[in-house]
Structures are given as structure tokens and as C-alpha cells.
């Protein structure tokens, strides 16, 4: 079993009988001569998607769960289900939109790159990467004088998202995009 030390994003461990994913760890090292180093871990509940925080000193033992992940791509949406393919033997798994609202977004069709979390054969969270490539659909037109300063204009990506893009990018561009904060970080 690890210790709250070794927590990170995507790690899955059980409290109470319930399944819950690691969305965040705080780390406080107290100034305090003596004091240990306190984790203060922010939880989704699976499949739930209820929020929930724990704070662990840094030798507290977690109860780790048996998990599976698997490379697969996203196939379709049918009402609040979303399908997607394992890649090595083509087996499909489905999960609700409440667990994955933050990550529709940048899901694309045929989209590969991402881990689907399973615990005895069913989905129970989908890991994205970190950056994403998508293409702009709409904006306002681009300025000839805009220079690379701070200044933004908003676009929208072709699943539907609004970002906010330096004021040079033209629609039908491709751009690099945050899947953690929602940012634009480049053409691409």
C-alpha cells in the first residue's frame, strides 16, 4: 500500500468502501522545528464526480486500488455516454459525462492519446495528456500590426470551446491547449 507521499494526479485509492481519484495535491511544509509535512489531497469521487478533501502527513498509509489503464480513443457520444476504443484488442468502453465534464471539451472524434482508468473491466476515469491540439474554428479577424504582446482576442476551438488566443491567430489554424488550466500555449 503507498504512503500519502507517493500521491499524484490520476492516482486511484479507496476511503470508506468508495473510490476516489486524486485531482490535486497541496503540499505545507510547516516552519515549525519538529513538524512532518502535511498533503492536502483534493478527490473526485468515481463515478460520482463528488468532490472531497483529506489532509495526510507524509508516512499515512492509503488503501491503494487495482487499477488497469489502458490506451483507447475517443470513438462517439450517444446521449450523456461517451464510447471509446481500446487500442490493442478493440474492446469499447463507455462512461458517463458526469465524470468526465471537465474533459469533453477537448475530446475530439478519433482522438488518441488518452488512458482509460479501469477497475474490474469497467471505465471509471479517463486520463488526458497534458496538451492538446485543436483547431479554431471561429474569431475575429487577425490585425496586420499585432504583435506577439499580451494582447488576446477569444476563439472557438472546433468542439465548441471559447479560449483566449494572441490577437495574430487567423481561424482554421491549429493550436496547442492546456487540458488542465484551458489556455492557449502555441500554434501548432
Known amino acids: 500500500m503507498p504512503k500519502a507521499v507517493e ?3 490520476g492516482h486511484v485509492i479507496e476511503i470508506n468502501s468508495n473510490l476516489y481519484i486524486v485531482q490535486n495535491v497541496d503540499v505545507k511544509s510547516p516552519s515549525a522545528r519538529g513538524a512532518a509535512t502535511l498533503y ?6 468515481v463515478p460520482s464526480g463528488r468532490k472531497h478533501e483529506e489532509t495526510y502527513v507524509g508516512d499515512d498509509i492509503v488503501k491503494d486500488v487495482q487499477l488497469e489503464r489502458r490506451k483507447v480513443s475517443f470513438l462517439y457520444k450517444e ?4 464510447t471509446f476504443m481500446d487500442l490493442e484488442d478493440y474492446s469499447q468502453y463507455t462512461i458517463n ?3 468526465i465534464t471537465h474533459q469533453i471539451d477537448y475530446l475530439t472524434d478519433g482522438m488518441e492519446g488518452l488512458m482509460a482508468l479501469l477497475v474490474d473491466g469497467n471505465m471509471i476515469a479517463l486520463d488526458m495528456p497534458v496538451t492538446v491540439v485543436m483547431e479554431i474554428v471561429e474569431t475575429v479577424p487577425g490585425m496586420k500590426s499585432a ?12 468542439t465548441g470551446l471559447e479560449i483566449q488566443v494572441p490577437e495574430y491567430i487567423e481561424p482554421g489554424e491549429k493550436v496547442k491547449v492546456n487540458t488542465e488550466t484551458g489556455k492557449f500555449l502555441s500554434r501548432a
Open 7 to 9: 500521491l499524484k494526479r
Open 40 to 45: 492536502k489531497v483534493r478527490f473526485a469521487q
Open 79 to 82: 446521449d450523456d455516454l461517451y
Open 97 to 99: 459525462s458526469n465524470i
Open 147 to 158: 504583435s506577439a504582446t499580451g494582447r488576446t482576442k477569444p476563439a472557438i476551438l472546433a
